[in-house]
């Protein structure tokens, strides 16, 4: 099956600087991958997704590239502020209808 | 809408106690899924659901199971509680089929402890 690796487990930037964050997926076949933001107790919810037939996708401040003959996406978040403070994970799709999460990266922006 | 809700929010178990973990949702997703949480560990899938009364496994399936047979609801039964089943437990659904290439909207989560 799908194998997501993501890094750091811990990321600390001070509040305006840019924070990047790292997966790479096992399955060649796989061709869509989110990333979703969990604050402290609250549920995790979907803030950026890009899909095998793109190579990058931006939403204001956040942006996601992909590297599929690499098997490697990325999260850059620039600008960060301390609203960003939260653990990030990514996904991959592998075969079937099953998602496949990374273990997490928990940002901490400093005001 | 009231979204994916979860029933109950905390709960405690002794060890070889079952119990069902329940979710609903009103938007009338097809597919549904559940997920562990433990730290360091990220979201694990358990079972998932593409549909009324079709249920299959995830990742971590074992000592768990699921039956769908309304669109609304999507149960999850711990047969006999162990220590290891000691996680946070979310529910979530998607709008299509595919659960795997949309977006998951997730319930509030189910703290659980077996002790």
């Known amino acids: 099956g799908e194998n997501v690796e993501q890094h750091p487990s811990t990321l600390s930037v001070q509040e305006g600087d840019s924070a990047v964050i790292k997966c790479t997926y096992s399955?060649?076949?796989?061709?869509?991958f989110p990333w979703y933001k969990q604050e402290l107790g609250k549920r995790p919810q979907l803030i950026i997704d890009?899909?095998?037939?793109?190579g990058e996708k931006k939403d204001q401040r956040i942006a996601v590239t992909l590297n599929k003959t690499a098997k490697h996406f990325s999260l850059h978040i620039t600008e960060t502020q301390p609203e960003d403070s939260a653990v990030y994970f990514c996904?991959?799709?592998?075969?079937?209808?099953?998602?496949?999460f990374g273990g997490g990266t928990r940002l901490m922006v400093k005001p | 809408n009231a979204g994916v809700t979860q029933t109950p929010k905390f709960q405690v178990l002794k060890t070889g106690q079952s119990m069902t973990l329940q979710c609903a949702q009103d938007?009338?997703?097809?597919?549904m899924s559940w997920y562990r949480q433990d730290p360091g560990m990220g979201l694990r899938l358990i079972h998932y659901?593409?549909?009324?009364?079709?249920?299959d496994q995830g990742e971590v399936p074992n000592g768990y199971n699921v039956s769908r047979s309304t669109t609304e609801d999507f149960p999850l039964r711990l047969l006999s509680a162990a220590p290891s089943q000691t996680s946070v437990y979310f529910c979530?659904?998607?709008?299509?089929?595919?659960?795997?290439?949309?977006?998951?909207?997730f319930g509030p989560g189910t703290r659980l402890t077996v002790l």
């Open positions: 996904a991959a799709h592998n075969a079937g209808n099953m998602l496949t």
């Open positions: 938007m009338n997703h097809e597919y």
């Open positions: 659901s593409v549909g009324a009364g079709i249920t």
């Open positions: 979530a659904s998607t709008p299509t089929g595919g659960g795997g290439t949309d977006t998951q909207y």
């Open positions: 399955d060649s076949a796989s061709n869509y």
């Open positions: 890009i899909r095998s037939n793109v």
